[in-house]
């Protein structure tokens, strides 16, 4: 897993439910990062909602309130439409487990972070280190700590994912290890 | 010592340790995955590309068609197609498909495919219903889901748990679902239930029928929570009496167990409630929304698709009128329900009474299947979500609440107070006895 990431992040207002990262009409579309980035967070903001909308930002960091991604929805969509635009780690202050999973299984850092909110504004420029949980806004100096990801979260992403990590699990026969 | 809580107990001897503590990443041994129609297709094409040689037990996968069933439109139709094909290729031993259909949750609790002490996984939010039967029930992405159907595991944190304790006496008209919001008032979105077991019991869980547990457990996923449970009973057991695939252990917290934190709740003081449109947390007493004009009505979905539900609405309805502004539909949560209510008499009371019935399954809950709200409707409904667009148009408004609400403000054109009605001869349907 990636540390030091660096940035610009988009601040949300309110609670951001993954029906609005990916809309409804996308939710039977392919799991494509390319594809799904192109529609995603259409329906958060009016002015994401058209092509590209939100990747065309640059955006590298999303920070957040309470229950991210929630309101019951398991699609991967959301996690493969945000890595797509080219989001390296979302902060937040607690997140839905659904898309805490998801986020897990693909390797994109989802860091939970009490007062985060307090300390970022959209436009400012971050580092993030989701190994050790530093964030330092580099915009105001200001820095944090969040909770660091735990060692099989890392492993995951090492090894590309949850699905790359089962694949050498069946091949090397060692399903029986997971434990 | 302390003691260990039911969801920390089941995940322990899932995972083959003695004992596991909230926050440790385990991988468990899963008893049965469910996945179903409209991402039912990814699932099997994520389980054949990881290399696995079959289904880690043709028994254990459960495939149900729930949310395309009837299919409404020609997109629909393809995609039932395509599933019905990856399905037969994998050789499943339970596939309920259209005519046998229902929604998938239903299913797997009355068809015995989850039992208590184990841990059943889904495709579908609403898994967390499985808590209903003293079972770790989650839903998760089908990538999980896939994993699951190769190794019979999935990995999982050990989530902190918080106890409901509900003591008190049920008033009459006061289901599952009221509590279910209740707590969600209580609680909010503020992260208290975020990623943690929710655990429920007391006297008053005692006399809760399975059918309010279902309901109680579905909704956990909308609080935020991980899973919600409730430890069999003599009720649980009684439900699962010759339905069972398989031989169950009675488990339960040990009296010492460690709670993140605890609430107590005396349900007599809890009367029906009602979530405003569009956030789920924004719960408000019956009678403060009494006399809000409406003009659908929907009772359903595997919060409130029952037997029991549809018992209910036909005590208030029998030899009534449908009120002439409202379209009200009813859709029974699975065919095994839709016969039940049918034999009871229900289904034709509510007929006569001027209600739409439709064929079993999700319906109009999630917004693309018969039933849809359009601008600027006001709907009430005894579903599970309420956010803007969840039925159909953005515009639409959806008030959420229990089915004895729906059924009294049919009466009425406006949302009604079951309370005030007179209390029926034949009401036999009790949630709390």
Same mark, same amino acid.
């Given at each position: 897993?990636?540390?030091?990431?660096?940035?610009?992040?988009?601040?949300?207002?309110?609670?951001?439910?993954?029906?609005?990262?990916?809309?409804?009409?996308?939710?039977?579309?392919?799991?494509?990062?390319?594809?799904?980035?192109?529609?995603?967070?259409?329906?958060?903001?009016?002015?994401?909602?058209?092509?590209?909308?939100?990747?065309?930002?640059?955006?590298?960091?999303?920070?957040?309130?309470?229950?991210?991604?929630?309101?019951?929805?398991?699609? #991967?969509?959301?996690?493969? /439409?945000?890595?797509?635009?080219? $989001?390296?780690?979302? @902060?937040? +202050?607690?997140?839905?487990?659904?898309?805490?999973?998801?986020?897990?299984?693909?390797?994109?850092?989802?860091?939970?972070?009490?007062?985060?909110?307090?300390?970022?504004?959209?436009?400012?420029?971050?580092?993030?280190?989701?190994?050790?949980?530093?964030?330092?806004?580099?915009?105001?100096?200001?820095?944090?700590?969040?909770?660091?990801?735990?060692?099989?979260?890392? #492993?995951?992403?090492?090894? /590309?994912?949850?699905?790359?990590? $089962?694949?050498?699990? @069946?091949? +090397?026969?060692?399903?029986?290890?997971?434990? | 010592?302390?003691?260990?809580?039911?969801?920390?107990?089941?995940?322990?001897?899932?995972?083959?340790?003695?004992?596991?503590?909230?926050?440790?990443?385990?991988?468990?041994?899963?008893?049965?995955?469910?996945?179903?129609?409209?991402?039912?297709?990814?699932?099997?094409?994520?389980?054949?590309?990881?290399?696995?040689?079959?289904?880690?037990?043709?028994?254990?996968?459960?495939?149900?068609?729930?949310?395309?069933?009837?299919?409404?439109?020609?997109?629909?139709?393809?995609?039932?197609?395509?599933?019905?094909?990856?399905?037969?290729?994998?050789?499943?031993?339970?596939?309920?498909?259209?005519?046998?259909?229902?929604?998938?949750?239903?299913?797997?609790?009355?068809?015995?495919?989850?039992?208590?002490?184990?841990?059943?996984?889904?495709?579908?939010?609403?898994?967390?219903?499985?808590?209903?039967?003293?079972?770790?029930?989650?839903?998760?992405?089908?990538?999980?889901?896939?994993?699951?159907?190769?190794?019979?595991?999935?990995?999982?944190?050990?989530?902190?748990?918080?106890?409901?304790?509900?003591?008190?006496?049920?008033?009459?008209?006061?289901?599952?679902?009221?509590?279910?919001?209740?707590?969600?008032?209580?609680?909010?979105?503020?992260?208290?239930?975020?990623?943690?077991?929710?655990?429920?019991?007391?006297?008053?869980?005692?006399?809760?029928?399975?059918?309010?547990?279902?309901?109680?457990?579905?909704?956990?996923?909308?609080?935020?929570?991980?899973?919600?449970?409730?430890?069999?009973?003599?009720?649980?057991?009684?439900?699962?009496?010759?339905?069972?695939?398989?031989?169950?252990?009675?488990?339960?917290?040990?009296?010492?167990?460690?709670?993140?934190?605890?609430?107590?709740?005396?349900?007599?003081?809890?009367?029906?409630?009602?979530?405003?449109?569009?956030?789920?947390?924004?719960?408000?007493?019956?009678?403060?929304?009494?006399?809000?004009?409406?003009?659908?009505?929907?009772?359903?979905?595997?919060?409130?698709?029952?037997?029991?539900?549809?018992?209910?609405?036909?005590?208030?309805?029998?030899?009534?009128?449908?009120?002439?502004?409202?379209?009200?539909?009813?859709?029974?949560?699975?065919?095994?329900?839709?016969?039940?209510?049918?034999?009871?008499?229900?289904?034709?009371?509510?007929?006569?009474?001027?209600?739409?019935?439709?064929?079993?399954?999700?319906?109009?809950?999630?917004?693309?299947?018969?039933?849809?709200?359009?601008?600027?409707?006001?709907?009430?409904?005894?579903?599970?979500?309420?956010?803007?667009?969840?039925?159909?148009?953005?515009?639409?408004?959806?008030?959420?609440?229990?089915?004895?609400?729906?059924?009294?403000?049919?009466?009425?054109?406006?949302?009604?107070?079951?309370?005030?009605?007179?209390?029926?001869?034949?009401?036999?349907?009790?949630?709390?006895?």
């Amino acid at each position: 897993m990636a540390n030091n990431l660096k940035g610009t992040v988009w601040k949300a207002e309110g609670y951001v439910f993954a029906y609005d990262i990916i809309k409804q009409e996308f939710w039977t579309s392919a799991l494509d990062k390319e594809e799904n980035s192109r529609w995603v967070m259409g329906g958060v903001h009016s002015d994401f909602d058209c092509e590209n909308g939100f990747k065309s930002n640059g955006y590298s960091f999303i920070v957040a309130g309470h229950n991210f991604a929630g309101g019951g929805k398991s699609i #991967e969509h959301v996690i493969t /439409g945000l890595m797509g635009a080219g $989001i390296k780690a979302v @902060i937040a +202050e607690s997140f839905s487990r659904l898309q805490f999973r998801n986020a897990i299984n693909y390797g994109l850092p989802f860091i939970t972070c009490k007062g985060i909110e307090a300390i970022a504004s959209s436009g400012d420029e971050l580092e993030v280190d989701p190994i050790s949980g530093q964030i330092k806004n580099l915009t105001t100096g200001e820095e944090i700590q969040a909770a660091p990801v735990a060692p099989f979260v890392a #492993e995951v992403a090492e090894a /590309g994912g949850l699905i790359s990590y $089962i694949q050498q699990a @069946i091949k +090397e026969g060692k399903v029986d290890e997971l434990r | 010592m302390a003691g260990f809580t039911v969801t920390e107990k089941i995940m322990a001897q899932q995972s083959g340790r003695d004992s596991v503590r909230p926050g440790e990443l385990v991988w468990v041994d899963v008893n049965s995955i469910m996945t179903m129609d409209y991402l039912g297709k990814s699932t099997f094409n994520i389980f054949d590309s990881l290399g696995a040689k079959d289904l880690f037990d043709r028994d254990k996968v459960i495939c149900v068609s729930d949310h395309l069933v009837p299919p409404p439109t020609e997109r629909f139709a393809n995609l039932l197609n395509e599933w019905r094909e990856i399905v037969k290729a994998h050789n499943v031993t339970h596939f309920y498909d259209f005519g046998k259909q229902g929604i998938a949750h239903q299913i797997m609790l009355e068809d015995g495919h989850v039992l208590p002490g184990t841990i059943s996984i889904g495709t579908d939010s609403h898994a967390n219903s499985y808590g209903a039967v003293g079972a770790v029930g989650n839903a998760v992405s089908v990538t999980d889901a896939a994993v699951a159907m190769a190794t019979g595991k999935g990995w999982f944190r050990v989530p902190e748990t918080v106890r409901f304790h509900i003591t008190g006496r049920w008033q009459p008209w006061v289901m599952g679902k009221d509590l279910s919001l209740h707590i969600m008032n209580m609680m909010h979105w503020n992260g208290d239930l975020i990623y943690k077991a929710l655990e429920y019991d007391g006297p008053a869980m005692s006399d809760l029928s399975m059918g309010g547990r279902i309901s109680l457990c579905n909704m956990t996923v909308d609080l935020g929570a991980k899973n919600g449970i409730v430890a069999p009973d003599e009720k649980t057991q009684a439900y699962l009496n010759g339905v069972a695939k398989g031989d169950w252990e009675m488990v339960s917290s040990d009296s010492n167990a460690e709670y993140e934190a605890e609430y107590e709740i005396d349900i007599s003081n809890v009367g029906p409630v009602v979530a405003k449109p569009d956030n789920l947390d924004d719960v408000v007493t019956v009678e403060e929304v009494v006399g809000t004009k409406l003009n659908q009505i929907f009772i359903g979905t595997c919060t409130n698709g029952r037997v029991e539900d549809f018992g209910i609405a036909a005590a208030i309805l029998e030899g009534k009128q449908v009120h002439p502004d409202i379209n009200m539909l009813m859709v029974p949560a699975s065919q095994t329900q839709y016969l039940e209510a049918m034999h009871k008499g229900y289904v034709s009371t509510l007929v006569k009474a001027g209600v739409a019935i439709g064929t079993s399954g999700c319906a109009p809950c999630f917004g693309t299947h018969r039933g849809v709200a359009g601008d600027g409707d006001v709907v009430l409904s005894a579903g599970n979500r309420n956010m803007k667009g969840r039925m159909g148009s953005k515009s639409a408004e959806i008030y959420l609440t229990s089915p004895a609400v729906c059924a009294a403000s049919a009466l009425t054109g406006a949302i009604a107070d079951p309370r005030d009605l007179p209390m029926p001869e034949n009401f036999g349907v009790t949630y709390g006895e």
